[in-house]
């Protein structure tokens, strides 16, 4: 029988009741290991939870659920702990941890993976490229891959296959009433649709399902750094050359040289300008697109032929959990020059290291796919700009993010709709319309309206249910 509680408490007795029947994990601040598992990506949101659940199961994240609905307290769901806006843990609440469902399971003939709830990017990559096959996957490894996922899922991969979402094809879900549901092509059509981009807003997923494509293990990719002299001739280069063909998935980047064997003494902690990427297609036509870039002549070329796991590896050193970030990045219309110069401004006033400043190359299979086929909008958008402020002093917080808020306004003019909120570390209600657009906000209202009425799930970028 289940406890009947004030809300927002967690009385013991229903605790030790959770634990006769909890095969998972149950942590509280109190055990060992409490301040490791609470951790997350964004060190901006230092949170200590009630309890932490680590379900083994479907079942234990039915009783994860059912309690943070009687306590009253709030429940924030994690995977990889990757989510930029701390919706990763919660202060006095219930953390639903799910790093300890690890499966995977590659169907090399129909070209599917299945992928439980905690698997991330590192994870998932490492099977599927066993059988020369791959889905978009996020740019840093430890990123969660549901997470990524129902947020959109931008990836290197994503102009030869679409975002991460376009190739979810079914998930297991469990809602807000404890109830278990799939979601397919053919069976509840319309939570699929909402899962594609819409956010952790219907219920913890703790199953979904891809579509693969064929992926040689063996790719063009890298990273190359040149003199800060040549950074406005570089991006004009880069900007031409983006659209080539669908196999470019690069990003032109303000980043600081790290003091790296492969890095030349003097430019040891010095910001420069760099593209890192792939190109997913033959070898020597990778090299033939990357020829006017050599003749720039580059302090660092990593360019080369190497696993794609590698490839998929390559941003992780610059993205370690624990430091201070914030983040905002915009859809474009197109690249001007005036864009340009702002990137360039940017990375000359950036106050942190850290802090990256990025334009990525949209376009190829986004736009392909139907502009109501998924919740996802902007498809159109033929590149797109990142400011990644990161910083490890909190008492440099207001510095870096009137820093990133001043360029994110310099921008303004050459902004279109409907960039992912996987990207944002703020997401006020003007961001989700303006990421959703007004007519997806209200579909994806009806599906929270039916599957989670009273926001249980609300530590996400929350579509309020119409009596909310």
Request: no cysteine; glycine share 12%.
């Amino acid at each position: 029988m289940a406890t009947t509680m004030s809300p927002g408490a967690l009385e013991a007795d229903a605790l030790e009741q959770l634990r006769g029947e909890f095969r998972g994990e149950i942590v509280e601040p109190t055990d060992d290991g409490y301040d490791d598992l609470r951790g997350v990506f964004n060190g901006m949101f230092d949170k200590r939870p009630r309890v932490i659940l680590r379900p083994a199961g479907a079942a234990d994240v039915i009783r994860g659920i059912g309690l943070a609905r009687t306590s009253g307290l709030p429940l924030a769901v994690r995977s990889g702990g990757h989510s930029v806006a701390g919706f990763s843990s919660v202060d006095g609440g219930i953390v639903l941890d799910l790093r300890l469902l690890k499966a995977v399971r590659v169907d090399p003939n129909g070209k599917t993976v299945r992928a439980q709830g905690g698997v991330n990017w590192g994870e998932l990559d490492h099977e599927t490229q066993a059988f020369g096959l791959a889905v978009t996957g996020g740019r840093v490894t430890t990123t969660g891959v549901v997470g990524f996922t129902t947020g959109t899922g931008s990836g290197w991969l994503e102009r030869k296959f679409g975002f991460a979402a376009d190739n979810v094809i079914g998930a297991d879900v469990v809602t807000a009433d404890g109830q278990i549901v799939h979601a397919s092509e053919t069976e509840n059509e319309e939570l699929l649709w909402g899962l594609k981009g819409g956010g952790g807003n219907f219920g913890v997923v703790t199953e979904i399902e891809f579509t693969l494509g064929a992926l040689s293990p063996i790719v063009y990719g890298g990273l190359a750094a040149f003199h800060p002299g040549k950074a406005a001739e570089l991006a004009r280069l880069w900007r031409d050359l983006s659209h080539e063909n669908d196999d470019i998935g690069w990003a032109i980047a303000s980043i600081t040289a790290p003091p790296a064997p492969f890095v030349p003494e003097e430019w040891h902690g010095r910001r420069v300008p760099a593209v890192a990427g792939m190109i997913a297609g033959p070898h020597d036509q990778a090299e033939k697109i990357l020829a006017p870039f050599r003749a720039l002549g580059p302090i660092v070329d990593l360019w080369q032929p190497m696993p794609y796991t590698m490839v998929q590896a390559l941003l992780d050193p610059g993205n370690p959990y624990g430091r201070q970030n914030y983040w905002r990045a915009r859809n474009l219309t197109d690249l001007p020059d005036a864009a340009i110069d702002v990137w360039l401004e940017a990375a000359e006033t950036a106050p942190s290291p850290f802090t990256a400043v990025i334009m990525l190359n949209g376009g190829g299979a986004i736009g392909k796919v139907g502009e109501d086929d998924t919740a996802i909008s902007g498809r159109t958008s033929p590149f797109n700009f990142h400011l990644n402020g990161m910083w490890e002093d909190p008492n440099a917080t207001d510095e870096n993010i009137a820093w990133v808020r001043r360029v994110s306004e310099a921008l303004a003019p050459h902004v279109a709709e409907g960039i992912s909120l996987n990207f944002q570390t703020e997401i006020a209600d003007d961001v989700l319309r303006e990421s959703f657009g007004a007519k997806k906000v209200e579909r994806l209202r009806k599906l929270k309206d039916r599957y989670d009425p009273t926001n249980v799930f609300r530590l996400n970028q929350n579509i309020a249910p119409s009596a909310g």
